[in-house]
């Protein structure tokens, strides 16, 4: 799809086509399940998790939630309740944000 064409979609269209990456609202996967395996292994080894965020790039909660079950659950959770809680203004933060991005020519994908 061509800027312009993006730029003229209603809102709730362009917030299903449109998805924003490497921003706060990126939700791609940042490990791959080698990478995973090999937390994990390095984890039961003794290395530190602080360490093993270092060494993939990725924060601390990241490391975190491939680790323990139990802040999975939780991590998990929060996000549920943040999304049914949200209020419209997120929503319309957001579908401007997206539109920003499109204008400047920034990175997004189209679906």
Do not use: C
Not at 22 to 51: A, F, H, Q, V
Not at 58 to 66: D, E, F, G, L
Not at 80 to 92: E, F, H, I, L, Q
């Amino acid at each position: 799809m061509k800027k312009f064409e993006l730029l003229n979609l209603a809102n709730t269209t362009l917030d299903k086509k449109v998805k924003i990456a490497g921003t706060n609202w990126d939700r791609r996967r940042k490990l791959t399940n080698k990478e995973i395996y090999e937390i994990k292994r390095m984890y039961k080894r003794g290395k530190p998790i602080s360490d093993i965020a270092s060494r993939f790039g990725v924060a601390v909660s990241t490391i975190k939630y491939h680790l323990f079950e139990d802040y999975k659950k939780e991590h998990n959770q929060r996000r549920k309740d943040y999304v049914n809680n949200s209020s419209s203004n997120n929503r319309a933060e957001r579908i401007n944000y997206k539109r920003y991005l499109i204008n400047n020519n920034k990175k997004v994908l189209v679906n």
